[in-house]
T-cell receptor, first 113, second 114 residues
Framework: AQSVTQPDIHITVSEGASLELRCNYSYGATPYLFWYVQSPGQGLQLLLKYFSGDTLVQGIKGFEAEFKRSQSSFNLRKPSVHWSDAAEYFCAVGRGSNYKLTFGKGTLLTVNP | KAGVTQTPRYLIKTRGQQVTLSCSPISGHRSVSWYQQTPGQGLQFLFEYFSETQRNKGNFPGRFSGRQFSNSRSEMNVSTLELGDSALYLC?????????????FGEGSRLTVL
C-alpha cells in the first residue's frame, strides 16, 4: 500500500531563513508526487508536482522540490521564507489515471519575524 | 474562472442525523473527489466521481455515499452520524480526462457532530 511520511509535525523558522520540509513515500511504482499548502480556513493549493524527467521541480511562490528515488524522498525547499508562507504543508503521492491521492499528515510551518 | 464551491461551509448536527454536502466543480471539470480531514487521521480519500460514475473509493463505511449529477456537481451524504464524523470535508475537482495530477480544492465544509 502506498504511504507518505512527513517526519516533522511542526517547524519554526525566522523570516528570511531557508526552509526544507521532508517527505518520504512508499509506492510500488514510480509515483506522481505533489506538495500542497493549506492556509487556515482554506482549501489546499498545489505548490508543485513531479511526474517524470528532471528531478528538481520548480513551483509557485518560489518553492522547489527534489525527487530522490534512492531515498524515496521528495523534500520541499525555499531559500528565503516570507511571513506569508506560514501554513500547513502536505506531501501527497498518486499514480496514473487513479485520482486518489495519499497525503502525509502535514507539517505546520510557523514563521517568526 | 470560478473555483470549486462547497456548501454549506459550516454545519452542526447531532448523532444519528444525516447530512448532505454539496460541491460545484470548476467549469469544464468532470472529476470530483472528496476527502475527509481530521486532526488525528489527516486527509483521507473518500471517493471520486467522473461522468456520474464512482470511479474510485476509499476505505470508509457504507454510511458515506456520494453521487454526481450530469452537470458534474456532486453531493456526499453521511447517514447515522457519529461523533467521529466531525471533520472538514474537502471537495476537489479536476479535468478527469488528462491526469495532470492537479486537484483544485474547495474551502471545505466543516461538520461538527454533537
Amino acid at each position: 500500500a502506498q504511504s507518505v511520511t512527513q517526519p516533522d509535525i511542526h517547524i519554526t523558522v525566522s523570516e528570511g531563513a531557508s526552509l526544507e520540509l521532508r517527505c518520504n513515500y512508499s509506492y510500488g511504482a514510480t509515483p506522481y508526487l505533489f506538495w500542497y499548502v493549506q492556509s487556515p480556513g482554506q482549501g489546499l493549493q498545489l505548490l508543485l508536482k513531479y511526474f517524470s524527467g528532471d528531478t528538481l521541480v520548480q513551483g509557485i511562490k518560489g518553492f522547489e522540490a527534489e525527487f530522490k528515488r534512492s531515498q524515496s524522498s521528495f523534500n520541499l525547499r525555499k531559500p528565503s521564507v516570507h511571513w506569508s508562507d506560514a501554513a500547513e504543508y502536505f506531501c501527497a503521492v498518486g499514480r496514473g489515471s487513479n485520482y486518489k491521492l495519499t497525503f502525509g499528515k502535514g507539517t505546520l510551518l510557523t514563521v517568526n519575524p | 474562472k470560478a473555483g470549486v464551491t462547497q456548501t454549506p461551509r459550516y454545519l452542526i448536527k447531532t448523532r444519528g442525523q444525516q447530512v448532505t454536502l454539496s460541491c460545484s466543480p470548476i467549469s469544464g471539470h468532470r472529476s470530483v473527489s472528496w476527502y475527509q480531514q481530521t486532526p488525528g487521521q489527516g486527509l483521507q480519500f473518500l471517493f471520486e466521481y467522473f461522468s456520474e460514475t464512482q470511479r474510485n473509493k476509499g476505505n470508509f463505511p457504507g454510511r458515506f455515499s456520494g453521487r454526481q449529477f450530469s452537470n458534474s456537481r456532486s453531493e456526499m451524504n453521511v447517514s447515522t452520524l457519529e461523533l467521529g464524523d466531525s471533520a472538514l470535508y474537502l471537495c476537489a475537482s479536476s479535468s478527469g480526462t488528462v491526469n495532470t495530477g492537479e486537484l483544485f480544492f474547495g474551502e471545505g465544509s466543516r461538520l461538527t457532530v454533537l
